[in-house]
């Protein structure tokens, strides 16, 4: 099985960036798509973005389009998302994801423990 390993998560303030990190222990990483979810206190878990494995396809959410890029290197089975012109509204525990097929709901096989972000105004 796939196991994932979210890092990079901290304090920033509104307007600053943040680069979060997703591991994966092992193939088949490779060849599943990958995203990233947050949640916030007492909210339901929302899709924010993700990528094929080939990174030929990529999607994100409105919320975070044109602010965040996902970005991914299989040959270090690594998942990136870069985070620019933060938001307090983007504060929550964001997770890593892998399975197939690509896609903006928790259908995904293989989910990392979260880290927290969160950004003060």
């Known amino acids: 099985q796939v196991q994932v390993v979210e890092s990079g998560g901290g304090l920033v303030q509104a307007g600053g960036s943040l680069r979060l990190s997703c591991e994966a222990s092992?193939?088949?990483?490779?060849?599943?798509?990958m995203a990233w979810f947050r949640q916030a206190p007492g909210q339901e878990r929302e899709f924010v973005a993700a990528i094929r494995w080939n990174e030929g396809v990529t999607l994100y959410a409105d919320s975070v389009k044109a602010r965040f890029t996902i970005s991914r290197d299989n040959a270090k089975m690594t998942m990136y998302l870069q985070m620019n012109s933060l938001k307090p509204e983007d504060t929550g525990v964001y997770y890593c994801?892998?399975?197939?097929?690509?896609?903006?709901?928790?259908?995904?096989?293989?989910w990392g423990q979260g880290t927290q972000v969160t950004v003060s105004s």
């Open positions: 994801a892998a399975g197939s097929p690509i896609s903006l709901k928790r259908t995904y096989d293989y």
């Open positions: 092992d193939r088949p990483f490779s060849r599943y798509a």
